[in-house]
T-cell receptor, first 118, second 111 residues
Framework: GAVVSQHPSRVICKSGTSVKIECRSLDFQATTMFWYRQFPKQSLMLMATSNEGSKATYEQGVEKDKFLINHASLTLSTLTVTSAHPEDSSFYICSASRTSGGFAGELFFGEGSRLTVL | RKEVEQDPGPFNVPEGATVAFNCTYS??????FFWYRQDCRKEPKLLMSVYSSGNEDGRFTAQLNRASQYISLLIRDSKLSDSATYLCVVNRRGSARQLTFGSGTQLTVLP
């Protein structure tokens, strides 16, 4: 089946540094990828929709200058958390869709990246 | 009101028990409904889609009531491996692939 890979799975960084998380679709091309964030015991919250070759669409309340998204190819989207602060510590998960439209159930999730900012 | 609401649990049941989870959603225009399973500190994985006619996959049965905007998941003969958090998921207004997740219902199956 389709596989979406995220890297790194876990990162610890100092406050003020930037962290890049990669999301790759390994055996299919993904024109659209989604980035979610999940705080402990809370639901996944959509942060942004990443479209290949164009600017990402951010959800209300998500700072686009803080969470930089680049989707330069059909198999790779990156999320960079700039000037990270302890409140950015969370579980970041990407998902990708095999098809360009239609059935939302065909989303495949990456393994997630757990960010801890000290 | 949250777009997707679930009873957070936890539900602690013995092996072999039948357990039911409920979920309500606020967007009457939602067209796609799912149950995802999330193990501790892992990514969510699709358990099953939910259809208006109701659908069954082995020990799992999902039901949808559009009039009441209510979704359910029934697990029969529960196994220890069923222990996880079950997420009720619906698509967002106007988007087939942007999903809104409930906060999940935690299930622990006890030996």
């Amino acid at each position: 089946g389709a596989v979406v890979s995220q890297h790194p799975s876990r990162v610890i960084c100092k406050s003020g540094t930037s962290v890049k998380i990669e999301c790759r679709s390994l055996d299919f091309q993904a024109t659209t990828m989604f980035w979610y964030r999940q705080f402990p015991k809370q639901s996944l919250m959509l942060m942004a929709t990443s479209n290949e070759g164009s600017k990402a669409t951010y959800e209300q309340g998500v700072e686009k200058d803080k969470f930089l998204i680049n989707h330069a190819s059909l198999t790779l989207s990156t999320l960079t958390v700039t000037s990270a602060h302890p409140e950015d510590s969370s579980f970041y998960i990407c998902s990708a869709s095999r098809t360009s439209g239609g059935f939302a159930g065909e989303l495949f999730f990456g393994e997630g990246s757990r960010l801890t900012v000290l | 009101r949250k777009e997707v609401e679930q009873d957070p649990g936890p539900f602690n049941v013995p092996e072999g028990a039948t357990v039911a989870f409920n979920c309500t959603y606020s967007n009457s225009a939602s067209q796609s409904f799912f149950w995802y399973r999330q193990d501790c500190r892992k990514e969510p994985k699709l358990l099953m889609s939910v259809y208006s006619s109701g659908n069954e996959d082995g020990r799992f049965t999902a039901q949808l009531n559009r009039a009441s905007q209510y979704i359910s998941l029934l697990i029969r003969d529960s196994k220890l491996s069923d222990s996880a958090t079950y997420l009720c998921v619906v698509n967002r207004r106007g988007s087939a692939r942007q999903l809104t997740f409930g906060s999940g219902t935690q299930l622990t199956v006890l030996p």
